[in-house]
């Protein structure tokens, strides 16, 4: 599967975005699909998650109840609502498909596939 992210920009804190990633390729809903952030000079954060079966859903500590992941499976994409965006939300986000079990799917190691970023920019 070929995964395209697109959606991201700049705003001030407290603003919103909403950023998507559209697979080609293959279906969705065979795997589980999650964003990932990396700022510059940081390790690559788990941000959220969703289940290929069930649609259970999964979020990083620092991004509950601010962001949501929800599927398109008309437009076949996985998009990430972000809500009440703080500067520290600032990052290169990622989305990622794999075949990942739920003990592991805050591991970015777990997924095979990765599209190619793009960058959300939180000013105070």
């Known amino acids: 599967v070929q995964l395209q992210a697109s959606g991201g920009g700049a705003v001030q804190t407290g603003g919103s975005l909403r950023i998507s990633c559209v697979a080609s390729?293959?279906?969705?809903?065979?795997?589980?699909m999650a964003w990932f952030r990396q700022a510059p000079g940081k390790e690559r954060e788990f941000v959220a998650a969703?289940?290929?079966?069930?649609?259970?859903?999964y979020y990083g500590d620092s991004v509950k109840g601010r962001f949501t992941i929800f599927r398109d499976r008309a437009r076949n994409s996985v998009d990430l609502q972000l809500n009440s965006l703080k500067p520290e939300d600032t990052s290169v986000y990622y989305c990622?498909?794999?075949?990942?079990?739920?003990?592991?799917?805050?591991?970015?190691?777990?997924?095979?596939?990765w599209g190619q970023g793009t960058q959300v920019t939180v000013s105070s």
């Open positions: 990622a498909a794999g075949t990942v079990i739920t003990s592991t799917l805050r591991d970015s190691n777990q997924y095979a596939n």
């Open positions: 390729g293959n279906t969705i809903g065979r795997y589980t």
């Open positions: 969703i289940r290929a079966s069930g649609g259970t859903t």
